[in-house]
């Protein structure tokens, strides 16, 4: 805009604005010559190129979409095809079976275990005696009922160390690990004597559980886990809260 001294408040009229330039857009092709192509907007699809030649299609690119990379009929070394449903099918069915085989061997021995544990508690009373002779008492019980017990089984104890290498640190030994005659079925059994408590169910749980790891890592088939508390000078209301499956 311009000012002029005499009239102060007059101005002149304003610049015309300067107009917008498009770009043109080339198509070009591989040994192709370069067509020059305009720009129009679209009110439903967008932006739209038009060509000589008509409409360009836009290009999709799939290097964002990883799915777009997966091919669906590689096969492993095994000859199935990756992710097929197969494989699913076949991984379920081997859990079931596992989840069918633990729930078998606690049914097997978990009534031999109250009945042994009310026995001997009857005979040995409420605690006063040493936790080896409650060990002894309900192997002696158990081997009545069709089951084989190892005492003071070795457990070799091993630490990963902070590089992510096992060292070996020693040995434990597992109070009981007890075997079917008839289904082969093992459990571990840690014992102890007191009264339950949350501090002592979960430290004897604990235990129970690092045991069974480490001697599940060197080839023993242990389907179920148990700890059982014999009480001190105290009545006994159920053997089932004394009892308890880890």
Not at 70 to 82: C, E, H, M, Q
Not at 107 to 120: K, M, R, S, T, W
């Amino acid at each position: 805009m311009s000012f002029s001294p005499d009239n102060p408040f007059r101005m002149s009229s304003p610049r015309p604005a300067k107009r917008r330039v498009v770009k043109e857009v080339a198509r070009t092709q591989p040994g192709e010559p370069s067509t020059p192509a305009t720009f129009r907007p679209c009110d439903n699809l967008g932006p739209v190129f038009m060509a000589a030649g008509g409409p360009m299609k836009p290009i999709i690119s799939t290097e964002a979409d990883p799915r777009a990379h997966i091919d669906l009929g590689t096969t492993t070394d095994a000859g199935r095809a990756v992710g097929s449903s197969s494989d699913h099918e076949e991984l379920d069915r081997k859990v079931k079976e596992a989840h069918a085989r633990v729930q078998r061997g606690a049914e097997e021995i978990l009534p031999v275990l109250y009945d042994a544990f009310c026995h001997i508690n009857r005979e040995f009373g409420n605690g006063h005696y040493s936790e080896k002779h409650y060990q002894k008492g309900l192997a002696a019980e158990l081997e009545l009922h069709g089951f084989s017990c190892r005492l003071e089984s070795v457990v070799p104890m091993h630490l990963c160390r902070s590089d992510g290498t096992a060292c070996f640190v020693g040995f434990a030994y597992a109070d009981m690990l007890i075997t079917s005659h008839t289904t082969g079925h093992m459990s571990l059994v840690e014992l102890k004597i007191g009264t339950p408590t949350d501090t002592t169910i979960r430290a004897a749980k604990r235990q129970a559980r690092t045991y069974t790891s480490h001697l599940c890592k060197n080839g023993y088939g242990i389907l179920n886990t148990f700890i059982i508390f014999f009480p001190k000078d105290c009545p006994i209301a159920s053997p089932r809260l004394h009892i308890m499956k880890v």
